[in-house]
Nanobody, 115 residues
Framework: AVQLYESGGGLVQPGGSLRLSCVAS????????LYWFRQTPGKGLEWVST????????DYADSVKHRFTVSRDNAKNTIYLQLDSLTTDDTAMYYC????????RGQGTQVTVSS
């Protein structure tokens, strides 16, 4: 069965950094484009980033461009999201997903940016 497990969230001050991890099981990440989404209470899923299956191509929402960096370690079947220059607007539950609509995703990891 496909499983995705996010970790690395936490409480951080504005301007700080976090590194999120997403360990995949049940499928080979080299065969899938993978995604990061985030969600705040009462709002829908917001797409954050996409990383290609095998190449270096990636894409970001304008709200996180030049601050967040997505990467992958195929040997560990894991993708990462480096979050830098965090602001309070980045506070959300972060999910990695196997599909572009975010329906196949993990349980999420909470990122809270607060002073």
């Amino acid at each position: 069965a496909v499983q995705l497990y996010e970790s690395g969230g936490g409480l951080v001050q504005p301007g700080g950094s976090l590194r999120l991890s997403c360990v995949a099981s049940g499928f080979d990440i080299t065969k899938y484009v993978l995604y990061w989404f985030r969600q705040t209470p009462g709002k829908g899923l917001e797409w954050v980033s996409t990383i290609d299956a095998v190449g270096p191509w990636s894409d970001y929402a304008d709200s996180v461009k030049h601050r967040f960096t997505v990467s992958r370690d195929n040997a560990k079947n894991t993708i990462y999201l480096q979050l830098d220059s965090l602001t309070t607007d980045d506070t959300a539950m972060y999910y990695c997903a196997q599909d572009s609509e975010g329906t196949i995703r993990g349980q999420g990891t909470q990122v809270t940016v607060s002073s």
